[in-house]
């Protein structure tokens, strides 16, 4: 499936590097979020956004910086990681309707696959 | 949000039809519960929504009795394929955030 994408897929960068992962969705949705899934571990809700608006930030470090410029695109800027923030990130993109009437099924992208030496 | 209890494993053979109960014991009334499946290295992929009774779909069937208090995901005569993470969620429609728990990881043997 193509309807949520992900660049890159793969990224390994040391402990004093900025990087920033993309997400794309051709969905037409209206709100995005980061998730964020360590070995062995259910994966944990990063940041939501609503018609571009952060509505939700899980106590995430501020090491993880998001941006969502338009309604497709999010962005996960990454500054002075530690090696523990290894993990395949996420994007996922759903249709929320204004009154809450979707119970918001979530497409997820193929992730991206970080290292952090 | 309701908490949901899963089992962690389950092995099954091809053709076999594999049930993988969830249990949400607290469940809200205006809860919905959704299943998603995961491969690995890949994003968890809706596979069917329901709220009470039956639902059937061209991948699964998910099963719920009158209290709500369990939900059942049936996979009918899985394959290889079926290999993978099951996901069971309750929540109330309009919540934008999903919670994921560990989830059932189903191996399916030749």
């Known amino acids: 499936e193509t309807g949520v994408t992900q660049t890159p897929r793969h990224l390994v960068m040391g402990m004093t590097n900025k990087k920033s992962l993309k997400c794309e969705q051709h969905?037409?949705?209206?709100?995005m979020y980061w998730y964020k899934q360590s070995a062995k571990k259910p994966l944990e809700l990063m940041f939501v956004?609503?018609?571009?608006?952060?509505?939700e930030n899980n106590s995430v470090p501020s090491r993880f910086s998001p941006e969502c410029p338009n309604s497709s695109h999010l962005f996960l800027h990454l500054h002075t990681l530690q090696p523990e923030d290894s993990a395949l990130y996420l994007c996922?993109?759903?249709?929320?309707?204004?009154?809450?009437?979707?119970?918001?099924?979530?497409?997820f992208g193929p992730g991206t696959r970080l290292t952090v030496l | 949000l309701a908490k949901t209890t899963q089992p962690i494993s389950m092995d099954s053979y091809e053709g076999q039809e594999v049930n993988i109960t969830c249990s949400h014991n607290?469940?809200?009334?205006?809860?919905?519960i959704t299943w998603y499946q995961q491969f690995p290295s890949q994003g968890p992929r809706f596979i069917i929504q329901?709220?009470?009774t039956k639902v059937t779909n061209e991948v699964a069937s998910l099963f719920i009795p009158a209290d709500r208090k369990s939900s059942t995901l049936s996979l009918p005569r899985v394959s290889l394929s079926d290999t993978a993470v099951y996901y069971c969620?309750?929540?109330?429609?309009?919540?934008?955030?999903?919670?994921f728990g560990s989830g059932t990881r189903l191996q399916v043997q030749p």
């Open positions: 969905l037409g949705h209206n709100a």
């Open positions: 329901g709220y009470k």
């Open positions: 956004y609503s018609l571009e608006e952060r509505v």
């Open positions: 996922a993109s759903s249709q929320v309707g204004s009154s809450g009437s979707s119970y918001n099924e979530q497409f």
């Open positions: 607290n469940i809200a009334t205006n809860d919905y």
């Open positions: 969620l309750v929540g109330a429609r309009g919540r934008r955030a999903l919670t």
